[in-house]
């Protein structure tokens, strides 16, 4: 079965640090989109790519970025961890604009 | 500020009773809404979606309602069991640019035996 699966599921970091989340489906989704999700917000959007070499900046991007290389991923990236960038990530993708978005089951980052 | 916000952040209710749970949207360029359950440690579960030129869509045990003139969408579920204890929240969309402009924060749905 197609899916969406991110990676890692945990992970534990310094600020300062680079740190990038994987995220990878197999649905061959143009539409791929990052969120965080923190107590008192709802998701809130990171990136998001129409497709292959297309990214865009969602409404809490700073500190983060996002390459699209292949249709298959979009790696979140952040340069240098705050530990206000701690959170929970979740990556989605869609088979067209007006499509619901299918999410991965997250990743869990601390940044200490 | 939120703009999609939920009215009652936990409900609880009896296995079998049926379940409502309400949205509030403000953007007035979304023309599409989606409702999504999320159990602990898992991602958001795509439930059933609605768009603005209809106002009621009916999936299995799961109702979703869309009053434009008030900005006001909710979800009902049927007979609801234990498994459908979860968080649920509202999704509003602008089907041109495809990315949600706002989630809910969500309604907690606790179902007691």
Known sequence: DAEITQSPRHKITETGRQVTLACHQTWNHNNMFWYRQDLGHGLRLIHYSYGVQDTNKGEVSDGYSVSRSNTEDLPLTLESAASSQTSVYFCASSENRGQPQHFGDGTRLSIL | ?113
Request: charged fraction near 15%; proline fraction near 4%.
């Open chain 2, 1 to 113: 500020g939120e703009s999609v916000g939920l009215h009652l952040p936990t409900l609880s209710v009896q296995e079998g009773d049926n379940s409502i749970i309400n949205c509030a949207y403000s953007n007035s360029a979304s023309d599409y809404f989606i409702w999504y359950k999320q159990e602990s440690g898992k991602g958001p579960q795509f439930i059933i979606d609605i768009r603005s030129n209809m106002d009621k869509r009916q999936g299995q045990r799961v109702t979703v309602l869309l009053n434009k003139t008030v900005k006001h969408l909710s979800l009902q579920i049927a007979a609801t069991q234990p498994g459908d204890s979860a968080v649920y929240f509202c999704a509003e969309v602008d089907s041109n640019s495809g990315y949600a402009l706002n989630f809910g924060k969500g309604t907690s749905l606790l179902v007691t035996p």
